[in-house]
């Protein structure tokens, strides 16, 4: 199981990668468009696209590698009981919140695929193909939660201070 969790994660970071270099792709495309005098139509409707699918689809990877931002000041001063409790209510309310952002960008997406809702620019875009990457990002994030939720809960590390502990231990140390 463990395998196939990590797998999902990493996919959904190499996913994120991916729509990172279509972003690139296209801004390339439009500088040379300019310079030759071509015009790429709707290319900046694409890459907004891709940076939403690149951003939600990073959510799950980047907590796992320890990467998102964690106000850490009041458990730095906490015991280890007191630190678990709290890191198992952190956690919680995070899945919590995002499950229940997670079911309504999911029920976006469906309700966009019914309705048939198309983008407003120039090429026509089904709406539930780019928020099909929000939603896909939301839910891997959800399950990234409630896996270190329930993996703090048994009294084990979380990924992200398992990967905050590895980047401490291979930092440099200067000495005087």
Known sequence: MRTALDWLYRASGVLAGFFLVCIAAM???QI??????FAARSFDDFAGFSMAASFFLG???TMRCGEHI???LLLQNMHDGKRRAFEIICLAVSLFLCGYFAWYTVDMTWTSYQLNDVSQGLVAVPLWIPQSGMALGLVVLVIALADDLLVTFIGGTSSY?????KK???MPTFER
């Open 161 to 165: 201070q398992a990967a905050e502990a």
């Open 27 to 29: 801004t390339l495309a």
């Open 168 to 170: 401490a231990d291979t």
């Open 59 to 61: 959510l799950a990877w």
């Open 32 to 37: 040379g468009g300019r310079l030759l005098s």
């Open 70 to 72: 964690r106000v850490s």
